[in-house]
């Protein structure tokens, strides 16, 4: 038996590797721009943004008295639907990849779910600040036109900081509905969560602050639509204030928001 001997030549060098980039971050929240209004539950919703902001502004113009056409009625006109849409998307955003069974295709493509989780939470606020952008500019042409057909002064009675904590107020609106889809991942079940810690719980702390007078001072610690209401009306101002703002958020956001993330990263994806 003889041994047979492979020339060095004759060996074919391995290919090279390719590396293999990860997705950027930015094209992940184009991704989830794009998802978030490609389905027609999403697309009604940002349609009817504007819409609102219009239809509001209108409201305004035809129902208010003289004295109150002010940048500070349009403002309060369009705040209430603003308060309760950009939650829904919020909520629809981050609950697709269940609600539309696409959870295995996105994880399978990004591994990483907290980049996945990262990308929504960016997108959403995108579309938070550009919502309330549009309806600021939809109402200040609303107070231009209403000053102008009326022949009245334009009044404008918000000041840059109280805009700022209207936009703050719906981002934590944002924030909330967010937090529940992350905890539930189910559009429906967050999305009468929503109703129930923003309509139903606030009532029950307030007459519970009613009829005990120990919690009437521990109310605004706890009651986030307490603080998010100060925030719309622009009043959050001394540092009392902001650390109720700061608790209210920790106990209804940061809490929750940790405990569904480390639940989301360890579900079945089906």
Same mark, same amino acid.
């Given at each position: 038996m003889t041994a047979t001997t492979i020339s060095p030549d004759t060996i074919e060098a391995a290919p090279a590797r390719r590396t293999i980039r990860p997705i950027p971050t930015t094209r992940l929240v184009k991704i989830e721009l794009r998802k978030m209004f490609n389905t027609r539950a999403g697309l009604w919703m940002l349609i009817s943004i504007g819409v609102l902001?219009?239809? #509001?502004?209108?409201?305004? $113009?035809? @129902? =208010?008295?003289?004295?109150?056409?002010?940048?500070?009625? @349009? #403002? #309060?006109a369009f705040? !209430?639907?603003?308060?309760?849409?950009?939650?829904?998307?919020?909520i629809l %955003? +981050?609950?697709?990849?269940w609600s539309q069974r696409s959870g295995l295709t996105t994880f399978t493509l990004v591994p990483s779910?907290?980049?996945?989780?990262g990308a929504k939470a $960016?997108?959403?606020?995108? &579309?938070?600040?550009?919502?309330?952008?549009?309806? @600021?500019? +939809?109402? #200040?042409?609303?107070?231009? $036109? %209403?000053?102008?057909?009326?022949?009245? /002064?334009?009044?404008? /009675?918000?000041?840059?900081?109280?805009? =700022?904590?209207?936009?703050? *107020?719906?981002?934590? *609106?944002?924030?909330? *509905? !967010?937090?529940?889809?992350?905890?539930?991942r189910n559009s429906?079940?967050?999305?009468? *969560?929503? !109703?129930v810690v923003s309509l139903v719980l606030p009532g029950i702390l307030a007459l519970l602050a009613q009829a005990r007078d120990w919690f009437a001072d521990l109310q605004p610690w706890i009651d986030w639509?307490?603080?998010?209401?100060?925030? !719309? /009306?622009?009043?959050? /101002?001394?540092?009392?204030?902001?650390?109720?703002? %700061?608790?209210?958020? =920790?106990?209804?956001?940061?809490?929750?928001? &940790?405990?569904?993330l480390l639940s989301l990263r360890r579900s079945e994806v089906k």
């Open positions: 902001s219009v239809v #509001a502004t209108g409201a305004v $113009l035809i @129902f =208010a008295p003289d004295t109150e056409i002010t940048y500070g009625s @349009f #403002a #309060a705040g !209430f639907p603003m308060s309760v849409i950009l939650p829904m998307i919020a %955003g +981050v609950t697709s990849e779910r907290g980049r996945v989780i $960016l997108a959403t606020l995108v &579309v938070g600040v550009a919502s309330m952008a549009v309806a @600021f500019a +939809v109402g #200040a042409v609303g107070n231009l $036109l %209403g000053s102008s057909i009326l022949g009245l /002064d334009t009044v404008w /009675d918000i000041s840059l900081a109280t805009a =700022a904590q209207i936009l703050l *107020g719906n981002l934590v *609106g944002m924030a909330i *509905g !967010f937090t529940l889809g992350a905890v539930l429906a079940a967050a999305i009468v *969560g929503y !109703f639509n307490y603080t998010q209401v100060t925030l !719309f /009306d622009g009043g959050t /101002d001394t540092a009392r204030e902001w650390a109720m703002l %700061g608790t209210t958020t =920790a106990i209804w956001i940061v809490a929750p928001l &940790v405990i569904g």
